[in-house]
């Protein structure tokens, strides 16, 4: 489980990994517990993650929280 991220490294890696799975997957609709399992990482790598992929456009969060791939990216 990714649990530090002291230096970019681990998280570009896990970024990467989002973005792949979620280019595999269309559709792919995510909760942030569904995402922690799903990626093995912890609940604040989870959200540093989540948080990047919304700020960048890649991801959108849904009223209901859920978070899909955005269609505006």
């Known amino acids: 489980m990714i ?3 002291s230096d970019g490294a681990p998280l570009a890696a896990l970024l990467r990994q989002v973005r792949e799975e ?3 997957m269309p559709g792919l609709k995510l909760t942030k517990p569904q995402a922690m399992r799903l990626f093995g ?3 604040s790598v ?3 993650m989540l948080r990047a ?3 960048e456009n ?3 969060r849904t009223g209901d929280g ?5 269609t505006t990216d």
């Open 46 to 48: 989870c959200a540093a």
């Open 3 to 5: 649990t530090n991220l």
């Open 58 to 60: 890649f991801l959108s």
């Open 41 to 43: 990482v912890a609940p």
């Open 22 to 24: 979620y280019g595999k």
């Open 53 to 55: 992929l919304v700020m």
């Open 66 to 70: 859920l978070f899909v791939r955005s």
